[in-house]
Each structure stands twice: as C-alpha cells, then as structure tokens.
Nanobody, 126 residues
Framework: QVQLVESGGGLVQAGGSLRLSCEASGRTFSTYGMGWFRQGPGKEREFVAG????????YSTDSVKGRFTISRDNAKNTVYLQMNSLKPEDTAVYYC???????????????????WGQGTQVTVSS
C-alpha cells in the first residue's frame, strides 16, 4: 500500500506558474505508475498527466500540452507537475494517484489507479 501527499497548490494569476509535488510513502514507489487528475467546480474529475514507473514515458491531456510537465524522482519518492502559463480554467483540486497497472492505454483512466492523495487546491485568477 502507498500513501500520497500533495503539496504546492495555491492562488496564482493567469500566466503564472506553480509546481505541484506528490510524495509517496513506502519503499516501492518505483513500482507504481503515477498520474495527476483534477476536478474543477461543478465538473467531473479528469486526467491531466501520467508517467510510467521508470519515468521514461509521459502522457498529458490535450488541454495542458505544452504548458504542464509531469516528472518523477524515484530516489525521492516524489512525482511533480510543473504548470506554466496557467489559465483560469485550470482552477481545480489536483490529485495525484498511483497504480500498479502498466498498460499505457489505460493511463488516463481514473479507474486504473488504486491509491489517491487528498488533493491540493489550485486557483488561477484572471
């Protein structure tokens, strides 16, 4: 089992940047694929970005491509989401998640993740 704790959220003006971090407990972090999801006001939870266990392969949803970058440091048990050129529509609670599944085809599916953090609020003002 793994516990996930997000940090780095906050209030930022449009065009600004934030870096979210998600630290995982345990010694087996490198055996989990990791993902970031978000849930905006009145919206369903949606996939933002994912990274494979090794960190060599990443995938992000179209709305954040070129602006957000997911990465991981297995030595620090941490996955990051660097968010640049933020827009008001990026306002949401951001969650990190971990999964044992290895299929890249299901990386964007929330149902493929077994463990979730508590979320961190990101608010982008216009």
């Amino acid at each position: 089992q793994v516990q996930l704790v997000e940090s780095g959220g906050g209030l930022v003006q449009a065009g600004g940047s934030l870096r979210l971090s998600c630290e995982a407990s345990g010694r087996t972090f490198s055996t989990y694929g990791m993902g970031w999801f978000r849930q905006g006001p009145g919206k369903e939870r949606e996939f933002v970005a994912g990274v494979t266990r090794s960190g060599r392969t990443t995938y992000s949803t179209d709305s954040v491509k070129g602006r957000f970058t997911i990465s991981r440091d297995n030595a620090k048990n941490t996955v990051y989401l660097q968010m640049n050129s933020l827009k008001p529509e990026d306002t949401a609670v951001y969650y990190c998640a971990a999964r044992t599944a290895i299929s890249i085809a299901t990386m964007a599916s929330s149902g493929s993740y077994e463990y979730w953090g508590q979320g961190t609020q990101v608010t982008v003002s216009s």
